[in-house]
Protein backbone atom coordinates (compact mmCIF):
# COMPACT_ATOMS: atom_id res chain seq x y z
CA UNK A 1 0.00 0.00 0.00
CA UNK A 2 3.06 2.07 -1.22
CA UNK A 3 4.39 4.39 1.32
CA UNK A 4 2.03 4.26 3.81
CA UNK A 5 3.38 1.27 4.89
CA UNK A 6 5.99 2.80 7.05
CA UNK A 7 3.20 4.46 9.42
CA UNK A 8 3.00 2.52 12.37
CA UNK A 9 2.71 4.20 15.53
CA UNK A 10 2.78 3.33 19.30
CA UNK A 11 0.24 5.53 21.14
CA UNK A 12 1.16 6.11 24.85
CA UNK A 13 -2.17 4.83 26.77
CA UNK A 14 -4.25 7.29 27.95
CA UNK A 15 -7.76 7.00 29.21
CA UNK A 16 -8.43 3.77 29.98
CA UNK A 17 -6.40 2.43 26.84
CA UNK A 18 -3.68 0.63 27.53
CA UNK A 19 -1.38 0.30 24.21
CA UNK A 20 -2.97 1.51 20.86
CA UNK A 21 -1.21 1.36 17.61
CA UNK A 22 -1.60 3.08 13.95
CA UNK A 23 -0.51 1.39 11.07
CA UNK A 24 -2.10 0.65 7.80
CA UNK A 25 -4.64 -1.20 6.87
CA UNK A 26 -4.46 -5.30 6.73
CA UNK A 27 -7.00 -7.67 5.13
CA UNK A 28 -8.17 -8.96 8.17
CA UNK A 29 -9.00 -5.38 9.26
CA UNK A 30 -12.55 -5.79 6.38
CA UNK A 31 -14.51 -7.20 8.50
CA UNK A 32 -13.83 -5.06 12.06
CA UNK A 33 -13.84 -2.16 10.14
CA UNK A 34 -17.72 -2.39 8.76
CA UNK A 35 -18.66 -4.02 12.32
CA UNK A 36 -17.73 -0.86 13.29
CA UNK A 37 -19.17 1.25 10.97
CA UNK A 38 -22.32 -0.24 11.75
CA UNK A 39 -22.31 -0.42 15.16
CA UNK A 40 -21.93 3.51 15.39
CA UNK A 41 -25.35 3.76 14.54
CA UNK A 42 -24.85 6.49 12.28
CA UNK A 43 -24.27 5.19 8.75
CA UNK A 44 -26.64 3.61 6.29
CA UNK A 45 -25.87 0.26 4.39
CA UNK A 46 -25.62 2.43 1.75
CA UNK A 47 -22.62 4.22 3.07
CA UNK A 48 -21.23 1.45 4.36
CA UNK A 49 -21.28 -0.63 1.25
CA UNK A 50 -19.07 2.46 -0.30
CA UNK A 51 -16.49 2.07 2.59
CA UNK A 52 -16.36 -1.50 1.94
CA UNK A 53 -15.42 -0.40 -1.62
CA UNK A 54 -13.02 2.13 -0.41
CA UNK A 55 -11.60 -0.37 2.20
CA UNK A 56 -11.10 -3.03 -1.60
CA UNK A 57 -9.95 -0.93 -3.23
CA UNK A 58 -6.76 -0.13 -1.11
CA UNK A 59 -6.52 -4.17 -0.27
CA UNK A 60 -6.60 -5.22 -3.86
CA UNK A 61 -4.73 -2.48 -5.34
CA UNK A 62 -1.76 -1.83 -3.43
CA UNK A 63 -0.37 0.91 -5.88
CA UNK A 64 -3.22 2.86 -6.15
CA UNK A 65 -2.73 6.63 -4.67
CA UNK A 66 -6.43 7.72 -4.23
CA UNK A 67 -7.04 6.13 -1.03
CA UNK A 68 -5.23 5.93 1.96
CA UNK A 69 -6.65 3.62 5.22
CA UNK A 70 -5.02 3.20 8.37
CA UNK A 71 -6.65 1.61 11.43
CA UNK A 72 -5.97 1.58 15.52
CA UNK A 73 -5.61 -1.65 17.11
CA UNK A 74 -5.11 -2.73 20.09
CA UNK A 75 -4.22 -6.17 21.23
CA UNK A 76 -5.41 -7.08 17.89
CA UNK A 77 -8.73 -5.20 17.86
CA UNK A 78 -9.50 -2.80 16.09
CA UNK A 79 -10.60 0.40 17.91
CA UNK A 80 -11.17 2.90 15.12
CA UNK A 81 -9.64 3.78 11.27
CA UNK A 82 -9.71 6.25 9.03
CA UNK A 83 -9.44 6.93 5.05
CA UNK A 84 -7.96 9.90 3.20
CA UNK A 85 -6.96 11.15 0.17
CA UNK A 86 -5.40 13.45 -2.26
CA UNK A 87 -8.26 15.81 -3.55
CA UNK A 88 -8.08 15.38 -7.24
CA UNK A 89 -7.30 18.95 -9.16
CA UNK A 90 -5.85 20.35 -6.46
CA UNK A 91 -1.93 20.59 -5.24
CA UNK A 92 -1.72 20.01 -1.51
CA UNK A 93 -5.52 19.22 -0.35
CA UNK A 94 -6.69 15.83 0.91
CA UNK A 95 -9.79 14.88 2.52
CA UNK A 96 -10.27 13.14 5.81
CA UNK A 97 -13.41 10.74 3.45
CA UNK A 98 -13.74 8.53 6.91
CA UNK A 99 -12.98 8.27 10.62
CA UNK A 100 -14.67 5.87 13.00
CA UNK A 101 -14.31 4.42 16.08
CA UNK A 102 -16.02 2.13 17.93
CA UNK A 103 -18.67 3.30 19.69
CA UNK A 104 -17.27 0.97 23.42
CA UNK A 105 -14.13 2.99 23.33
CA UNK A 106 -15.56 6.06 22.23
CA UNK A 107 -14.29 9.73 24.45
CA UNK A 108 -10.42 7.83 25.44
CA UNK A 109 -8.77 9.59 22.76
CA UNK A 110 -9.00 7.72 19.89
CA UNK A 111 -10.48 9.50 16.97
CA UNK A 112 -7.81 12.06 18.36
CA UNK A 113 -5.20 9.60 17.98
CA UNK A 114 -6.27 8.80 14.25
CA UNK A 115 -7.11 12.38 13.53
CA UNK A 116 -3.69 13.61 14.28
CA UNK A 117 -1.96 10.59 12.77
CA UNK A 118 -3.71 11.12 9.11
CA UNK A 119 -2.87 15.23 9.87
CA UNK A 120 1.20 14.10 10.42
CA UNK A 121 0.64 11.66 7.37
CA UNK A 122 -0.84 14.36 5.09
CA UNK A 123 1.92 16.74 6.34
CA UNK A 124 4.69 14.30 5.65
CA UNK A 125 3.50 13.88 1.85
CA UNK A 126 3.35 17.65 1.74
CA UNK A 127 -0.08 18.46 2.05
CA UNK A 128 -1.33 21.39 3.63
CA UNK A 129 -5.08 21.47 3.71
CA UNK A 130 -7.68 18.77 5.28
CA UNK A 131 -11.11 18.67 4.36
CA UNK A 132 -13.66 17.08 6.18
CA UNK A 133 -17.62 16.41 5.45
CA UNK A 134 -20.78 15.71 7.45
CA UNK A 135 -23.83 16.36 8.24
CA UNK A 136 -25.84 18.98 9.66
CA UNK A 137 -28.61 16.68 11.41
CA UNK A 138 -28.67 17.00 15.36
CA UNK A 139 -27.11 13.36 15.34
CA UNK A 140 -24.25 15.02 13.79
CA UNK A 141 -23.33 17.52 16.39
CA UNK A 142 -20.59 15.32 18.44
CA UNK A 143 -19.21 15.29 14.89
CA UNK A 144 -18.92 18.57 13.95
CA UNK A 145 -18.18 19.14 17.49
CA UNK A 146 -15.10 16.79 17.17
CA UNK A 147 -13.81 18.56 14.02
CA UNK A 148 -14.60 21.82 15.78
CA UNK A 149 -12.11 20.89 18.97
CA UNK A 150 -9.57 19.86 16.88
CA UNK A 151 -8.74 22.59 14.98
CA UNK A 152 -10.63 23.06 11.97
CA UNK A 153 -13.42 25.49 10.93
CA UNK A 154 -16.33 25.27 9.03
CA UNK A 155 -15.59 26.50 5.54
CA UNK A 156 -19.24 26.12 4.15
CA UNK A 157 -22.36 24.97 4.24
CA UNK A 158 -24.79 23.96 1.24
CA UNK A 159 -28.37 23.80 2.38
CA UNK A 160 -31.08 20.83 1.43
CA UNK A 161 -27.58 19.04 0.11
CA UNK A 162 -28.47 15.29 0.85
CA UNK A 163 -31.88 15.64 1.34
CA UNK A 164 -34.25 18.80 2.46
CA UNK A 165 -33.33 20.40 6.08
CA UNK A 166 -29.90 17.86 5.38
CA UNK A 167 -27.39 20.69 4.45
CA UNK A 168 -23.51 19.93 3.88
CA UNK A 169 -21.46 21.24 5.85
CA UNK A 170 -17.80 21.20 5.30
CA UNK A 171 -14.71 21.47 7.56
CA UNK A 172 -10.91 22.27 6.59
CA UNK A 173 -7.83 22.89 8.66
CA UNK A 174 -4.72 24.26 7.18
CA UNK A 175 -1.53 22.20 8.93
CA UNK A 176 1.17 24.40 7.51
Avoid at 63 to 83: A, F, M, N, P, W
Amino acid sequence: MSDVGQTVQTVLPANGISRATVRPLRPGDREPILRLLRSTGFFSEEEVAIAAELVDTVLQRPEQKDYLICTCEEEGSVLGYYCIGPTPATASTYDLYWIAVRPDVQGRGIGTILNRHAEELVTSRGGRLMIAETSSQPRYEGTRGFYLRRGYSELARIRDYYRVGDDLVVYGKYLS
